[in-house]
């Protein structure tokens, strides 16, 4: 087993829950949303319509619309109906990791993928950025307490690929609501994946990297 295969599975270890029938009219509501145009502020249709509308029975179209107002994507006013509240941004990420990243191996993937993003960000960053912009980057390391993503949106800014940069935020959205406990990393350890990027070399800085996520060297 690689070690990143190692660490991704040490940090999923929830039970795996079967959610198919959410996911199916999540997924559809989100699909008739679109398709009808409805946006913030918008009246959805009735528990009965959206039965009829998704072939679905109306007490799991009921479950679906309780989650969904739990997470605050929807709102039910007293007498006048069912409103959208926002489908957008953060809200939208923990409604899907809600239903879908119950499964361990989307949770695994999800992990996986966020780290090898972030390995991929620092190779363009290593190749693309100038020796000032590093120097900068330890001097804010010096300065600040900082959270571990606000070190990597840095260093995917300084990757300046935008793709990878939204693909890495979305990722992050959703290993932020695995809520998984993970030890911090220290700023020395930050120091010296800085100091790898100055050196612009690649086998160093997958080192500096695995150490940062406690990731076994073997």
């Known amino acids: 087993m ?11 270890s929830q039970p795996e829950k079967h959610t198919k029938v959410y996911v199916g009219i999540v997924r559809q509501l ?4 679109e398709k009808d145009g ?4 918008d009246k959805i249709p009735s528990e009965r319509e959206l039965s009829e509308r998704l072939n679905a029975g109306r007490s799991s179209v009921r479950e679906a619309l309780r989650a969904l107002e739990l997470l605050g994507l929807i ?5 006048e109906g069912t409103f959208i509240r926002d489908f957008r941004g953060n809200q939208l990420v923990q409604l899907l990791s809600t239903f879908i990243l119950q499964d361990e191996k989307a949770k695994y993937d999800v992990v996986e993928t966020k780290f090898m ?5 620092l190779y363009l960053a290593a190749g693309k950025c100038q020796k000032e912009k590093v120097e900068r980057l330890k001097v804010w ?9 606000e070190f990597f949106k840095k260093v995917a800014d300084l990757a300046d690929n935008h793709l990878f940069y939204r693909i890495w935020n979305i990722l992050n959205d959703y290993y932020n609501s695995l809520q998984l406990k993970v030890s911090p990393a220290a700023k020395d ?10 050196s612009k070399q690649e086998e160093l800085i997958l080192e500096m990297y695995r150490k940062l996520r406690k990731m076994s060297m073997s």
């Open 2 to 12: 690689q070690p990143l295969e190692r660490v991704s599975e040490r940090l999923v």
């Open 30 to 33: 989100r699909e008739m949303i």
């Open 38 to 41: 409805l946006k913030t502020g």
């Open 75 to 79: 709102e039910t006013r007293r007498g």
């Open 117 to 121: 993003i972030e390995i991929d960000c």
């Open 141 to 149: 390391i010096d300065e600040h307490n900082f959270e571990d993503e």
């Open 189 to 198: 350890d930050y120091h010296r994946l800085a100091d790898a990027l100055a």
